[in-house]
């Protein structure tokens, strides 16, 4: 009788946990951060984000139904109780949040962001995170390939040469 009452027990309570309503995380596509300017990802050659220049994630559960947008003159690093972290190890900076949605999260990659390979974190109001993967540069200029950069230096639009 105790084995039956145990059973029916364990039986009742993963009923419970299927049926329950627990929400999924976020969480970014493959792929799902790009530079916002080329719309290119990480992994091609123009997908790196320069600090001070926007990107986007996309992703499913990202934030609220209904878009909300931030500050493009001082965006905000939490829109909706959605935030952004990018993260290096243990440095962490928050991006400001032009604009949150279900699907899609704009923002703004800060100077104090490190350089290199980070992990951007999509995180929700209970914290819990969507991560994905980019790539940070210190200025646009080195998204320039050098035929691009001697092209442009023709013209007087960069001054550095490029050999």
């Known amino acids: 009788m105790r084995i039956g009452r145990l ?9 419970v946990l299927v049926f329950a309503d627990i929400p999924a995380p976020p969480a970014i596509d493959q792929g799902g951060v790009v530079n ?3 719309h290119m990802p990480a992994s091609l050659a123009g997908g790196a984000i320069a600090r001070g220049a926007r990107f986007s994630l996309s992703g499913v559960r990202l ?6 947008r931030g500050s493009e003159s001082e965006p905000p690093i939490s829109l909706g109780a959605v935030s952004v972290r990018i993260a290096q190890g243990d440095t962490r900076v928050d991006a400001g949040l032009l604009l949150v ?4 999260i704009e923002g703004w990659i800060p100077a104090s ?5 980070v992990q951007p974190a999509a995180a929700d109001v209970d914290d819990r995170q969507g991560i994905g993967g980019a790539n940070v540069v210190r200025a646009l200029q080195a998204l320039i390939d050098a035929k691009r950069r001697r ?9 550095n040469g490029g050999k």
């Open 113 to 117: 962001a490190p350089v290199g390979a």
């Open 63 to 68: 934030g609220p139904v209904r878009p909300l």
């Open 36 to 38: 916002g300017a080329s």
């Open 7 to 15: 059973v029916l027990g364990l039986v009742a309570t993963l009923v």
């Open 151 to 159: 092209d442009l230096s023709r013209y007087g639009a960069i001054s």
């Open 101 to 104: 949605s279900e699907a899609r």
